[in-house]
């Protein structure tokens, strides 16, 4: 078979733009550092490698919901704590108000204490987190209580704006998990039958005002309900954020698993890549000294540019 002299500089750029690819693709693998940057370079590799994707951008989501719900939790929990000083200090002033021997103006005094507690109260019950409401639940838009003053400016009644059954917020935090990130206002301050702290500590105040021993010896039994419903709202609360953590820690131990597999998959060996393409770039300098030798040297020149 005649080989023609067209034919052969033909084979010979074929050659060289065959072995020029193959410098350029090693040289990509070493600088992007990726064994597999497109589909073409490793078909099943690199469907794997999109599930593997995908799958760590949805854990990365749920870990966001996580960290965001434990968050609210942990204000939460400070917040009923600081509830719990209240009932606390409330429970010790009615305890105090109901001796006897007390005089008129040492319970006005008393009074004028719990007044100072059931506004801070109040400021708690209404407190926000990111925006919202805390104990809020589902309509954590809308404040939970709204005050009522005196001409004097005097608070002296707080109501709920929160009508009907009152619902958690729930967080995805898992393909079949989910945890509520709130704990309602009702579950918290209302104590059944209609009552709830706030009543208690303005009829506290008012007995007080009235130096009534009687009824404010009946507020001790009603702040003790209050603090046993609020110790089992805090342990609720605080099963929520264990768990939570604890999914926070299978989901770091699944995104390394899977960002491992990742790199396996995807990541170049550098020292390996690097070898590589010092062979390819040899074996081009080589096809271009071949080259040479065959055809003309002008028409090389040309190539190598």
């Given at each position: 078979?005649?080989?023609?002299?067209?034919?052969?500089?033909?084979?010979?750029?074929?050659?060289?733009?065959?072995?020029?690819?193959?410098?350029?693709?090693?040289?990509?693998?070493v600088s992007s550092g990726l064994r597999v940057s497109k589909p073409s370079d490793d078909p099943t590799a690199a469907s794997?490698?999109?599930?593997?994707?995908?799958?760590?951008?949805?854990?990365?989501?749920?870990?966001?919901n996580v960290q965001s719900g434990i968050s609210t939790l942990k204000m939460t929990e400070t917040a009923l704590s600081e509830?719990?000083?209240?009932?606390?200090?409330?429970?010790?002033?009615?305890?105090?108000?109901?001796?006897?021997?007390?005089?008129?103006?040492?319970?006005?005094?008393?009074?004028?204490?719990?007044?100072?507690?059931?506004?801070?109260?109040?400021?708690?019950?209404?407190?926000?987190?990111?925006?919202?409401?805390?104990?809020?639940?589902?309509?954590?838009?809308?404040?939970?209580?709204?005050?009522?003053?005196?001409?004097?400016?005097?608070?002296?009644?707080?109501?709920?704006?929160?009508?009907?059954?009152?619902?958690?917020?729930?967080?995805?935090?898992?393909?079949?998990?989910?945890?509520?990130?709130?704990?309602?206002?009702?579950?918290?301050?209302?104590?059944?039958?209609?009552?709830?702290?706030?009543?208690?500590?303005?009829?506290?105040?008012?007995?007080?005002?009235?130096?009534?021993?009687?009824?404010?010896?009946?507020?001790?039994?009603?702040?003790?309900?209050?603090?046993?419903?609020?110790?089992?709202?805090?342990?609720?609360?605080?099963?929520?954020?264990?768990?939570?953590?604890?999914?926070?820690?299978?989901?770091?131990?699944?995104?390394?698993?899977?960002?491992?597999?990742?790199?396996?998959?995807?990541?170049?060996?550098?020292?390996?890549?690097?070898?590589?393409?010092?062979?390819?770039?040899?074996?081009?300098?080589?096809?271009?000294?071949?080259?040479?030798?065959?055809?003309?040297?002008?028409?090389?020149?040309?190539?190598?540019?």
């Amino acid at each position: 078979m005649r080989i023609t002299q067209h034919g052969l500089v033909e084979q010979v750029i074929n050659n060289l733009s065959n072995r020029l690819n193959g410098v350029a693709e090693s040289q990509e693998r070493v600088s992007s550092g990726l064994r597999v940057s497109k589909p073409s370079d490793d078909p099943t590799a690199a469907s794997e490698i999109s599930n593997l994707n995908s799958e760590i951008s949805r854990i990365n989501q749920y870990y966001r919901n996580v960290q965001s719900g434990i968050s609210t939790l942990k204000m939460t929990e400070t917040a009923l704590s600081e509830i719990k000083d209240i009932i606390i200090q409330s429970r010790a002033k009615a305890l105090q108000g109901s001796n006897d021997t007390l005089k008129p103006e040492d319970r006005a005094a008393l009074a004028d204490e719990i007044d100072q507690l059931i506004g801070e109260l109040l400021r708690i019950a209404n407190q926000k987190s990111g925006g919202k409401y805390l104990f809020a639940g589902t309509e954590s838009n809308k404040m939970p209580y709204k005050s009522t003053t005196n001409e004097n400016g005097e608070l002296i009644g707080v109501t709920t704006q929160l009508a009907g059954e009152q619902n958690d917020i729930e967080l995805q935090f898992g393909d079949n998990e989910r945890i509520a990130t709130s704990v309602t206002a009702q579950d918290t301050f209302d104590l059944g039958d209609g009552a709830n702290l706030f009543d208690i500590l303005f009829n506290l105040k008012s007995s007080l005002e009235n130096t009534q021993s009687n009824q404010i010896g009946e507020a001790l039994p009603k702040l003790d309900l209050a603090l046993d419903q609020l110790n089992a709202v805090t342990a609720l609360v605080g099963t929520r954020v264990k768990s939570a953590e604890n999914l926070m820690i299978q989901y770091d131990s699944r995104e390394i698993n899977l960002t491992e597999r990742l790199s396996d998959l995807a990541d170049v060996d550098i020292v390996d890549a690097i070898t590589r393409m010092n062979e390819e770039e040899y074996s081009y300098e080589l096809a271009l000294k071949v080259a040479a030798q065959v055809i003309q040297p002008s028409l090389v020149n040309f190539i190598s540019l």
